[in-house]
């Protein structure tokens, strides 16, 4: 039986404590609504210009394309990059992964087959970059960034596996040795801090 990993290019078990400041009583929030025109979800908010990433339906309730989008400061706005990353990866459906503190986006495209091709645009989203390699890799997709624009994610090949990799930074020089190094059969990056370091898990062949 396969048994599957957490694991990380630093520490086995990465755990992350995020100090979470208590609601106060009686406090009141503002939250703007950002509209897309159809359904929408954020995925990402940098820290930087409060800016959200994120994807919506163009068709009725859940159907028909989805279109990436960033939006400016405090959600105002909505800047679709839909056509931008595909005439660049193919395609016709796009959906944000996250945002990083310059504003360059990471996420993929999906085509008509449902094959799907990991990206990470310029800081406003006017140019694209596909990550990894279109011949091998029959799909990709991008989970982690970070502020020097290295992404992490997965990409599968002609065996079904899915295969963990990292970039350099703008989504430069792929390294995808993660199997090798694990000796393992499929493994997936889930994320990735601002020294480089990438969580995910791995699936051994026992």
């Known amino acids: 039986m396969k048994h599957t990993h957490i694991a990380s290019t630093v520490i086995a078990l990465l755990v992350l404590a995020v100090a979470t ?18 359904n929408s979800y954020g995925t990402g908010l940098n820290a930087k210009n409060q800016v959200v990433a994120g994807y919506s339906y163009t068709g009725t309730g859940i159907t028909g394309d989805t279109h990436a989008f960033t939006t400016g400061n405090n959600g105002s706005g909505v800047n679709d990059i839909n056509s931008n990353v595909t005439n660049t990866t193919g395609g016709n459906s796009t959906h944000a992964t996250g945002i990083n503190n310059s504003g360059q986006v990471s996420g993929y495209s999906t085509d008509s087959h449902g094959n799907t091709r990991a990206f990470i645009t310029n800081s406003d989203g006017s140019n694209t970059h596909t990550i990894g390699n279109s011949s091998s890799w029959t799909s990709s997709q991008a989970n982690g960034l970070n502020d020097q624009g290295q992404v992490a994610g997965y990409y599968t090949n002609s065996s079904g596996n899915h295969h963990a990799y990292v970039t350099g930074n703008n989504g430069s020089s792929v390294n995808n040795s993660f199997d090798t190094h694990f000796q393992s059969v499929s493994s997936q990056a889930n994320g990735i801090n601002k020294k480089g370091d990438v969580t995910g898990y ?4 026992n």
């Open 21 to 38: 400041p208590a609601l106060a009583s009686g406090s009141h929030y503002s939250v703007p609504s950002i509209n897309t025109g159809g």
């Open 202 to 205: 791995y699936t051994d062949s």
